[in-house]
């Protein structure tokens, strides 16, 4: 048991350390002249004229978080297709429960009009 839990001690240490390795290494060998040029605003090779801030409509926001539930949806639905001969009924009552929260979060989006493109 010890054994297994070893692999993914030395995994996560693996992770972590490709982390941290990278930003140590980077705050240590980065150039320090910092100068009013290289701190200046740059975009599209011109000077921004107004303010950078501007609010964009929630609306995109809700619309791009439904594409991935339904995108999380697609991901977990092909692998249990794939296996579906195997695991019988009771798996198909587990997805219909999921699918079936996904179409009511898919009615509440509809009914607060978050789909509506304007």
């Known amino acids: 048991m010890l054994d297994l839990y070893g692999y993914v001690?030395?995994?996560?240490?693996?992770?972590?350390?490709?982390?941290?390795?990278p930003l140590v290494l980077s705050r240590l060998l980065r150039p320090r002249?910092?100068?009013?040029i290289k701190s200046s605003t740059y975009e599209c090779g011109m000077?921004?004229?107004?303010?950078?801030?501007?609010?964009?409509?929630?609306?995109?926001y809700i619309y791009a978080l439904?594409?991935?539930i339904f995108d999380v949806e697609t991901v977990f639905l092909y692998p249990w297709a794939v296996v579906y001969g195997k695991l019988g009924l009771f798996?198909?009552?587990?997805?219909?429960?999921?699918?079936?929260?996904?179409?009511?979060g898919?009615?509440?989006?509809?009914?607060k009009?978050?789909?509506?493109w304007w």
């Open 9 to 21: 001690a030395i995994f996560l240490l693996i992770a972590v350390g490709f982390t941290i390795v």
């Open 33 to 36: 002249n910092p100068n009013p």
């Open 47 to 60: 000077e921004t004229v107004g303010t950078s801030w501007i609010q964009y409509y929630p609306g995109f």
């Open 66 to 68: 439904v594409f991935v």
């Open 91 to 104: 798996a198909l009552l587990e997805m219909l429960v999921f699918i079936g929260i996904l179409v009511v």
């Open 106 to 111: 898919l009615v509440y989006a509809w009914r």
């Open 113 to 116: 009009q978050a789909l509506r």
